[in-house]
């Protein structure tokens, strides 16, 4: 044993010194050559003031993911984002590189007079000899050359420029990433979410975990269901990995009409307070359980008008018509009673004969006090 | 493409002091009547453009509008509009002779003749000029054309209010006579007679 380690330690020494006399560097030698201690000033220097590029969602000098379905609105809220910084001069839209490699022509025309007008780059593939497979050689080119330091490329969608089905694909992507972040660059990806939401009806990101996993930050958007007006739709950013100080939520509207161009639709976008999401999303949640209890509000509807009111009658005739569980049946009935109907009650308690309570059903356009009467 | 003025491989950006364009342009004859309205016309330019000028070379952001331009290139100069987080590069040329130009990635306006800083005449030509034989071209790379109409609005309602472009008043000699003796020794009298 003890033979063995000096054998190897020898020959350790011996391409050492052989490395030695050809001028080449041991690897020891490398890795102090590689330390970047002591350079702390320098690369201050280098460093990238927290800037946004998309407000409150993506930092300058950082890899941001936004996953969001197919319709929510992704690539209309990133360049809305965009044109709010580029506007107000927050960042040189001569160093922002949209990649809309999502789009059909119309749409790569119309968000192209919007980079004219805004002042950013606008790429498309197949357009003046780019492809999106070059797209990873340039950013190592960027890295490489010192180049990336305040670029920022924007990819839409990321899964025409990777694989994100494939862990190998992925990772080497993220690899690549990595080094054009590390060299000062920036790179925002809209990526998809699954079709299949998670136990909470949130959407959770497309493919392995390794882009989410190697970037700095990730958002998810979902779309916040009723409330606002028919043609507009309400949507949620929702911070998933952070690093930096981005906002945990934030939420926008927009209002999309048949035959609108895509200039009035980016001007359709508004932020949405806290308090508007939260009347938004309490709305949407009571609509949602009012939906789930449709068929249990016909039933004792149902019941009533069949002259069974007491509770406990309800409670098991619904149960045999439906097969809805009786607990259940017994929450609802206790939930859903009271005298407003826009709360979402659907019956009141009448004293009848002999002192008995008896359910009612509660009309919408007559008040409760006149149904007791 | 033009050769760049630099070698991307040796130079280091702004390396060399490079000359103003008042010590290229005007500061070769500063009493005279044409370098007069021409200073007039920088203060102009420079106080309603909000354009601040770039003498050092090599300028690489300026190079990336310079290279591109491949005729009508007299009399260049380069300028920044200073923002609070970033600067955008201008480059202007002045050319004695009027040019279309259709270039990928760069976009550029006429600046108003009354207000353009060069303004040459063409010295052989004896009559009196209402107009300089010279256009001057404010150049941006595509991406800054927001920031150049900008600058044009500030400048096309400036010239507006502007006397002609050779105007002297005896108010703007007796301005250039006080000028030139404080600046007494900074001047290099005919030591540059323009580019």
Known sequence: MGTDLNLKLDLKSITNITKKNQGQATSLELLHKYSITGNSTELRKQMLDDIFVLPDIALLGQWTTIYAAPNTGKTLLTLWLLKENLLSNNIDGDFVFYVNADDNFKGIVEKTELAEQWGFHMIAPNHKGFSTSQITELMIDLAETGEARGVIIILDTLKKFTDLMHKRDSSEFGIISRSFISA??????????????????????????????????????????????????????????????????????????????????????????????????????????????????????????????????????????????????????????????????????????????????????????EINN | MRPLSYDPELDTEFCSGGNSYKFRKIDYDPLSDECIARYRRLKLFENTSGLVEEARIPSFRHCEIFEKITYGYDHGSSWWLVLDNFRIPFYMIEPYAKYEFNIDGLKYHEVPNNIAPYGGVNRFVKEIRKEPDTTSYLFVKTAHYRHLLDVMARLEARAKLEPYFNSVTAKDRRNAKKRVRVEKGLIVFGGYNGD
């Open chain 1, 184 to 369: 000062g660059g920036t790179l925002i990806c809209l990526a998809h979410t699954n079709k299949h939401k998670n136990a909470e009806g949130k959407s959770i990101y497309s493919g392995t975990s390794d882009i989410r996993d190697d970037s700095d930050c990730a958002f998810i958007i979902d779309k916040v269901e009723g409330g606002l007006f028919q043609d507009e739709a309400a949507v949620e950013f929702v911070n998933d990995k952070a690093r930096g100080d981005v906002a945990d939520k934030i939420s926008f509207s927009y209002s999309k009409k048949q035959g609108q161009s895509y200039a009035d639709l980016v001007n359709s976008v508004k932020r949405l307070d806290d308090q508007k999401i939260g009347k938004l999303k309490s709305d949407a949640e009571f609509k949602r359980k009012l939906d789930e209890d449709q068929n249990l509000i016909t039933a004792v509807g149902k019941s009533i008008k069949a002259g069974i009111t007491s509770k406990a009658a309800i409670v098991k005739n619904v149960s045999e018509e439906t097969g809805i569980a009786q607990r259940k049946i017994r929450e609802s009935l206790i939930n859903r009673t009271g005298e407003m109907y826009d709360l979402g009650h659907r019956w009141t308690i009448k004293i009848g004969a002999h002192n008995k309570s008896e359910y009612v059903m509660l009309d919408p356009f007559v008040s409760a006090e």
